[in-house]
């Protein structure tokens, strides 16, 4: 049991780096970026494009997912997003127009790497071997303690600095009220460009640890992916990032003992059924507090 | 012309289905909602269908129109579940319902066939029954786009405020699209399955979400005409575009939807009815007739401390 | 007093309800309480409308006039009170029902639907009838038919002298005639109350003439009215009775030349001793 445990949290990581990212740009700028997934898994194929089959030490692998992830996201905000954003329309039309743009980018990016690797799995070519320790009873890599140290360390990293920094809290005041903080001389461009790149970074470093764990990836993997975002960033209320921890943990340990206890093939129907709940029951999210930014619903 | 048809026609079933698919999403988001649950519906109907001629409860025009009421009554319950959510909540909702179907699809022993699908149900439907169908599912929708029901639908989309205070039951209109789309669907997936003899769990999925929206942008979210446009030209596009090789295609519909979606959201048909309309204000202003506004010579102190 | 007595003409009364009890009010509001997140837009307010009579009511920015004509067309959530219409209480109606009772408004903001015509846009109105304007007329064939809508349209444009304009793009539009084309628009349902929101803004002095006069002339054609405005001049010009509101409470109720002479209402505008500078 215990084991399966470990499992989740590890899992439950993996999704936290990946849902921060959605629920950040989402909370701040209104952008769901249904590309999201697409960039995961592009930011890991491209590391292995680079890699070019030689094998490169953990570090480099994760900075590169990192930079890919990022960058990628950046091209989106700057040549698509921003475009919508700054055009005619009221605000519901835009979110639903940049929502079905990210959608043309997913298929372009997921049509790239299907290309790339004949539509077969693909992995991460890299020095790092896991050593597995024994810790009461309990077996536990190395890998697995980098992946929750990360996930777990840079949400409560990401969440700190949104509070204390003088950007986070411009940050936060974006997500509360643009008119207002364009106001106050906050720099809307560079702030959409640096929570997208930051978004899409996250993704790729969660790319990488998803395809190094796991020893490989399908490139198709992004959609179900997105799903499973989705679910934790509205379970855990839209821009929060304590909800996202707590969703990601509850998904992911519902998916756990679904795949453990039972024959597995209904584990994505958790994440679907988690969206209608919420969204129907109390769309403010189950972890959060009433005052959530929730005009959105 | 005789060639050409027998050569095409699988091409123009599926074209005439896709229209049926486009309608069902283009139905509500010409009021501004962005719902798949058309597609939900589609594969509903066609493991319905499939069940009902394949274990020969009834013949195969009454379970077509057995799915239809099934998915209009699903479609409602859908739209009163839904309530209040708009906007991406409710695009989320609606996909993970097709989702879900799908799982459902899969887990479905004997009744979805599995992984498999299900195979075997009889050629029931021709080319004439299909093109009759789209041909009633685009005048309905037609209709709804005239008189009052085309005005409220128009003023709801920009206003639900002033929609109101006219009268207009919003969530009435809401509901009963949403109903329209879930018919759309349902009777596309009832033909498809009786046409093509087979339906497997992932038919009705975010594949064909993404295929499907793709058209409704491209062609025109504000009538039916747009449906119509992108949905023949989505089809014949692997046709037209036959040199380029499987993912190319896929890249170029992403970045004709990324072009669409982000500087001409109203499609093709909106460019053309753009277009259409700076030519007539153009040929209209050398009549004399002046666009100037009036230059107001009272203007009003106490207006002042608004 | 009221000008509805006067409104049995050889002209058929085309407003004013069927309901309405000579003597009685057609529209009461009861203590009506606004509040939202700490916010007391409306305190208590009780007003009270005569069948074809004009109300004004004026009061400085922030006094709560417009979210008293959105209590009273239920488009703003009431915290408290009750309302009646035609001798029914409506204040757990639907605003979409409500508009059909025979309720009909204007806004502050020109809510015109940019795709649309002028004539289309009034057409809007004539689509959904209040429950008054779809007896009016013959037949049920009639009253759904585009024709009716069509018909009832030109009808109202014709009335404020706009006919011309109704193939124009609202767009092209000055102010002032937007504002006049969305008086049509509320006219046209034929409602027994008609609730304008700061009507004349924009207008030119010839344009809030010819309003003003439509105005009295509705009334004397059995149309109850609420006008709330800032031109003080002209809604004492028209209105008999003017109500004052001042930081969502009523401070004022009663015939205007009197109203307009008290000491409470100068102060509310002027920023007296008793009133707390804004």
């Not at chain 1, 070519?125 to 810790?135: L, Q």
């Not at chain 1, 993997?221 to 509205?234: D, E, N, P, Q, R």
């Not at chain 1, 994440?271 to 959530?292: C, K, Y």
């Not at chain 3, 085309?14 to 606004?34: F, M, N, Q, R, W």
């Amino acid at each position: 049991m215990e084991q399966q445990l470990l499992n989740a949290l590890v899992l439950a990581s993996i999704y936290v780096l990946f849902s921060l990212g959605m629920t950040l740009a989402w909370g701040v700028l209104g952008i769901l970026n249904l590309a999201h997934g697409a960039i995961l898994v592009g930011s890991a194929y491209s590391v292995y494009l680079i890699g070019d089959d030689r094998q490169m030490p953990l570090g480099v692998v994760l900075a590169l997912g990192l930079l890919v992830g990022g960058g990628c996201s950046l091209l989106l905000e700057i040549g698509v997003f921003r475009i919508i954003r700054n055009s005619t329309g009221d605000e519901e039309e835009k979110e639903l127009r940049v929502a079905i743009a990210s959608l043309g980018a997913s298929s372009i990016l997921v049509a790239i790497v299907a290309k790339g690797t004949a539509n077969a799995p693909f992995a991460v070519p890299t020095s790092f071997t896991t050593h597995v320790y024994d810790v009461f009873g309990l077996r536990i890599s190395d890998l697995q303690i980098l992946i929750i140290v990360a996930g777990m360390g840079i949400s409560l990293g990401l969440s700190r600095w949104l509070k204390l920094s003088r950007t986070g809290r411009a940050i936060r005041a974006v997500a509360a009220d643009p008119e207002t903080a364009s106001l106050m001389g906050i720099n809307e461009r560079r702030l959409a460009a640096g929570t997208m790149f930051a978004a899409g970074a996250m993704a790729g470093l969660a790319g990488v640890f998803l395809v190094v764990y796991l020893g490989g990836a399908d490139p198709q993997s992004g959609a179900s992916l997105l799903t499973t975002a989705f679910a934790i960033i509205v379970a855990g209320g839209v821009g929060s990032i304590g909800g996202t921890v707590l969703g990601a943990l509850t998904l992911a340990l519902v998916e756990t003992l679904i795949l453990t206890y039972t024959s597995g093939s209904w584990a994505p129907a958790a994440a679907f059924v988690l969206i209608i709940l919420v969204i129907v029951i109390r769309p403010q999210g189950l972890f959060s507090s009433s005052r959530t930014k929730v005009d959105r619903a | 012309m005789i060639d050409w048809y027998a050569s095409n026609t699988t091409l123009i079933q599926n074209c005439m289905i896709a229209i049926l698919l486009a309608l069902s999403v283009q139905v509500v988001m010409r009021i501004g909602v962005l719902s798949l649950a058309g597609i939900g519906f589609y594969g509903l109907s066609e493991y319905l269908t499939a069940n009902l001629v394949i274990r020969d409860v009834v013949p195969a025009e009454v379970a077509i129109l057995a799915s239809l009421v099934v998915c209009g009554i699903g479609a409602f319950v859908l739209s009163l579940f839904l309530g209040r959510v708009r906007g991406l909540y409710l695009a989320m909702v609606t996909l993970a319902f097709v989702l879900i179907l799908n799982v459902v699809a899969i887990n479905g022993g004997k009744w979805t066939g599995g992984a498999n699908g299900l195979f075997g149900v009889p050629f029931a439907v021709t080319t004439a029954h299909i093109v009759v169908v789209c041909l009633i599912g685009i005048l309905v929708v037609w209709a709804t786009e005239r008189g009052a029901i085309g005005r409220a639908c128009e003023a709801l989309r920009t206003d639900e405020l002033l929609a109101t205070s006219m009268g207009i039951e919003v969530r009435k209109y809401h509901r009963a699209n949403l109903v329209l789309s879930g018919l759309l669907g349902g009777a596309a997936g009832g033909l498809n399955v009786l046409n093509l003899g087979a339906v497997g769990p992932f038919d009705a999925g975010f594949g064909l979400a993404v295929t499907t929206l793709t058209m409704v942008i491209v062609g025109g979210r504000r009538s039916w005409l747009g449906a119509v446009i992108g949905a023949v030209l989505i089809t014949w596009l692997p046709t037209v575009l036959s040199f380029l090789e499987g993912e190319m295609r896929n890249i170029a519909s992403g970045a004709l939807v990324i072009v669409m979606a982000t500087l001409v959201p109203d499609g093709l048909l909106g460019l053309l009815t753009s277009q259409i309309r700076r030519l007539r204000a153009a040929v209209r202003r050398p009549s004399g007739r002046s666009t100037t506004k009036e230059v107001d010579d009272d203007t009003q102190l106490v207006s002042a401390d608004r | 007093m009221t000008p509805s007595s006067s409104a049995q003409t050889d002209e058929r009364v085309l407003y004013g309800s069927d309901h309405a009890v000579p003597g009685e009010p057609i529209l009461t509001a009861t203590d009506i309480k606004v509040h939202f997140g700490g916010v007391r837009a409306l305190d208590g307010v009780s007003l009270s409308l005569e069948p074809g009579e004009l109300l004004g009511i004026v009061g400085p920015n922030g006094s709560g006039k417009s979210t008293l004509l959105g209590a009273l067309s239920r488009l703003t959530r009431i915290t408290d009170g009750s309302l009646e219409l035609d001798g029914q209480r409506y204040d757990r109606i639907r605003p979409a029902a409500v508009a059909r009772m025979g309720l009909s408004r204007t806004f502050q903001t020109v809510r015109l639907l940019p795709r649309f015509s002028v004539l289309e846009n009034v057409m809007l109105g004539a689509d959904q009838p209040s429950l008054r304007g779809a007896r009016s007329t013959s037949t049920w064939r009639s009253r759904g038919s585009e024709k009716h809508a069509t018909d009832a349209a030109m009808e109202a444009l014709e009335r404020i002298h706009l006919a011309d304009i109704r193939q124009a793009n609202p767009a092209d539009l000055p102010y002032g005639v937007q504002r006049k084309v969305e008086i049509a628009r509320a006219l046209v349902r034929q409602p027994s109350v008609l609730l304008y929101d700061e009507p004349i803004a924009g207008m030119s002095r010839s344009e809030r003439d010819e309003i003003a006069d439509l105005m009295v002339e509705l009334a004397e054609q059995g149309l109850s009215q609420i006008l709330v405005e800032h031109d003080i001049g002209m809604v004492v010009r028209i209105c008999r009775r003017l109500i004052v509101l001042d930081l969502g409470k009523k401070i004022a109720d009663g015939p205007s030349t009197d109203v307009i002479t008290m000491p409470e209402v100068r102060d509310a505008y002027l920023g007296g001793t008793t009133h707390a500078s804004a």
